[in-house]
């Protein structure tokens, strides 16, 4: 029995997950370290929120360029099943600043 194209699309989300969150988490404390960015909270959400906008900005070029879509069909497809837990997973990249404030 062949999975079907779909069940391709959440193996390939479940498994970049796996393997990107805790990279960036790794990552990140190097650029933390490296560029002294402060603990302090509004410092913290600033590097959040720069990496979120750089990551959704990627995330929606590259639909349009190497898929074909639109930038609404791009956002679209973002809200839906696999790309829904992509998104949710880009929030939690976002998050990470944050969570190595300590």
């Known amino acids: 029995?062949?999975?079907?194209?779909?069940?391709?699309?959440?193996?390939?989300?479940?498994?970049?997950?796996?393997?990107?969150?805790p990279t960036s988490w790794i990552y990140c404390g190097w650029l933390i370290e490296r560029f002294e960015v402060?603990?302090?909270?509004?410092?913290?959400?600033?590097?959040s929120s720069a990496a979120l906008c750089l990551l959704l900005t990627a995330e929606v070029v590259l639909g349009v360029t190497v898929f074909d879509r639109t930038v609404l069909q791009q956002l679209r497809s973002m809200v839906i099943g696999p790309g829904l837990v992509g998104l949710l997973g880009q929030l939690g990249f976002a998050a990470i600043p944050l969570g190595r404030r300590m």
């Open 1 to 21: 029995m062949t999975p079907s194209p779909d069940a391709y699309d959440w193996i390939a989300v479940a498994t970049e997950l796996a393997f990107m969150l």
């Open 38 to 47: 402060p603990a302090t909270m509004h410092d913290r959400l600033l590097m």
